[in-house]
């Protein structure tokens, strides 16, 4: 039972590349969403999904893209990296409902030079 | 719009002292939930406890305990008998209410580091 599974545990990009982080999970979850950590302000939301088709704005959408074609995936894009967007990304999924916990994936720790 | 404060940013305590984590929320809206992550060096978010906002009901797990506040607008955790592998960053999340069709589109405080020392 792999849970919530991201990929790459660690990335260094330059300003101005792109690349995709990778979230897959296999609980059937239709809640899917990110985050990103960063020191002495917590968790932040970035964009969520309701299911497959479906996306929206979560707090600080800006510099990045999402979509949803399947349940099981939900990946982040980076369209052209900034030194702000440096941070530590997380994937989270839970079943619909406010009151559904997120189960979390071990996270992404993306540095942009 | 919704707020959470954990105003300690870090604690340190020595083994089997009880330590407190406090949680302070702001919402406008009637129903919502309030959940407590922890966060343990290996970098992981571990879900511990969730509390409805219509249930004001302290609980207690073990040496986990939760004291939920509506008057104070509080949803405190404490550790009793601290232990070294307690030792982690805590966070305590709300969720505003929504439709069965939304999500837990979670508000986090900042989170307050734990240290136990042995």
């Known amino acids: 039972n792999a849970g919530v599974t991201q990929t790459p545990k660690f990335q260094v990009l330059k300003t101005g590349q792109s690349m995709t982080l990778q979230c897959a999970q296999d609980?059937?979850?239709?809640?899917m969403s990110w985050y990103r950590q960063d020191p002495g302000m917590g968790l932040r939301l970035i964009h969520y999904?309701?299911?497959?088709?479906?996306?929206d704005q979560g707090e600080v959408p800006n510099g990045y893209n999402v979509s949803r074609s399947t349940t099981e995936d939900f990946p982040l894009r980076l369209l052209s990296a900034a030194p702000s967007q440096t941070s530590v990304y997380f994937c989270?999924?839970?079943?619909?409902?406010?009151?559904?916990?997120?189960?979390f994936g071990n996270g992404t720790r993306l540095t942009v030079t | 719009a919704q707020k959470v404060t954990q105003a300690q940013t870090e604690i340190s305590v020595v083994e089997k002292e009880d330590v407190t984590l406090d949680c302070v929320y702001e919402t406008r809206d009637t129903t919502y939930y309030l959940f407590w992550y922890k966060q343990p060096p290996s970098g992981e978010l571990v879900f511990l406890i969730r509390r409805n906002s219509f249930d004001e009901q302290n609980e207690i797990s073990g040496r986990y305990s939760w004291n939920f506040q509506k008057s104070t607008s509080s949803f405190n955790f404490t550790i009793t008998a601290s232990q070294v592998v307690d030792s982690a960053v805590y966070f305590c999340a709300l969720s505003e209410a929504g439709r069965e069709t939304s999500g837990s589109r979670l508000t986090f405080g900042e989170g307050t580091q734990l240290t136990v020392n042995p």
């Open positions: 989270a999924s839970s079943f619909l409902g406010p009151n559904s916990p997120l189960h």
């Open positions: 609980m059937n979850h239709e809640y």
């Open positions: 999904s309701v299911g497959a088709g479906i996306t």
